[in-house]
Every structure is written in structure tokens, then in C-alpha cells.
């Protein structure tokens, strides 16, 4: 195997793997901002409310867009596995 053609799979994954990992982030993101908002101007001093409501975003997102999010790692994992034998 060559070297461009393990860049070629590595950036592959590696694109994989962010689409699944930054939109939730950066929905979580958001939401810790907004929460941090709501309480600096109500000052509600509540240690686990961000870390609360951001789990419950996180779960929703993964839930409801996870099979989309995943489809690109899934495709490459797929094309890996077919094209093992050309690559070893």
C-alpha cells in the first residue's frame, strides 16, 4: 500500500468522524451559551442545569440525525472493508 492511498483513507475517517462529532457540538454550544445567559440576567446559581439541558440536546440531535450523521463513516468503513483485499 502506498502512502497517499493511506492519507486518502485516514482523511476519509477522519471526515467521517467529524461530521458525527461537530454538529452536536456545536448545538451544545449554543445551548451552554444561552443557559449561561439565562443565568447571569435571572442569577440562578445552579451547578447542573447547562450540564443537564446539554446532555438532553446531545441525546435529541443523536437521535433524531444520527443515521444522516453517520452515513459518511458508514460508506468509508463499507468501502475499506470491500477494498481490503487491494489495500494489504
Not at 443523536?62 to 487491494?86: D, K, N
Request: charged fraction near 5%; hydrophobic fraction near 55%.
Amino acid at each position: 500500500m502506498n502512502d497517499s492511498t493511506l492519507l486518502t483513507y485516514l482523511f476519509d475517517v477522519m471526515y467521517g468522524a467529524g461530521v458525527i462529532i461537530i454538529p452536536p457540538l456545536l448545538v451544545a454550544t449554543a445551548v451552554a451559551f444561552l443557559i449561561g445567559l439565562l443565568q447571569a440576567v435571572t442569577q440562578i446559581q445552579e451547578q447542573t442545569l447547562p450540564q443537564t439541558i446539554k446532555m438532553f440536546v446531545i441525546g435529541f440531535i443523536l437521535i433524531a440525525y444520527g443515521s444522516s450523521l453517520v452515513a459518511p463513516l458508514f460508506s468509508v468503513s463499507q468501502r475499506i472493508f470491500t477494498e481490503f483485499h487491494t489495500i494489504v
